[in-house]
Nanobody, 120 residues
Framework: QVQLVESGGGLVQPGGSLRLSCAASGSISSINVMNWYRQAPGKQRELVAAITRGGNTNYADSVKGRFTISRDNAKNTVYLQMDSLKPDDTAVYYC??????????????WGQGTQVTVSS
């Protein structure tokens, strides 16, 4: 059994910052790529940022220069530092990870989502 638990969402004013965390727990052998997605009302879920086990990162054009993804492999945790937030960043943010469990099979797991609202 593997779980991803997100935290850190909330209400913030435009220009403000938030830091999301996502901790994986359970029968984990290793974690490969870890991602943050978001889904705004009436829109499709989109990839925001990704990070490999070795630390290579990739960002959506809309968040480049404002968001930073990082991870702590020892804690099985991925972070998303969000700065200079805009109202368009309002969405439910989901953590996603490719996890190798003790049977050495890899599966795709999702967190429950955390709401981020950017509004004055």
């Amino acid at each position: 059994q593997v779980q991803l638990v997100e935290s850190g969402g909330g209400l913030v004013q435009p220009g403000g910052s938030l830091r999301l965390s996502c901790a994986a727990s359970g029968s984990i052998s290793s974690i490969n790529v870890m991602n943050w997605y978001r889904q705004a009302p009436g829109k499709q879920r989109e990839l925001v940022a990704a990070i490999t086990r070795g630390g290579n990162t990739n960002y959506a054009d809309s968040v480049k220069g404002r968001f930073t993804i990082s991870r702590d492999n020892a804690k099985n945790t991925v972070y998303l530092q969000m700065d200079s937030l805009k109202p368009d960043d309002t969405a439910v943010y989901y953590c996603n990870a490719a996890i190798v469990v003790w049977s050495q099979k890899q599966y795709d797991y999702w967190g429950q989502g955390t709401q981020v609202t950017v509004s004055s």
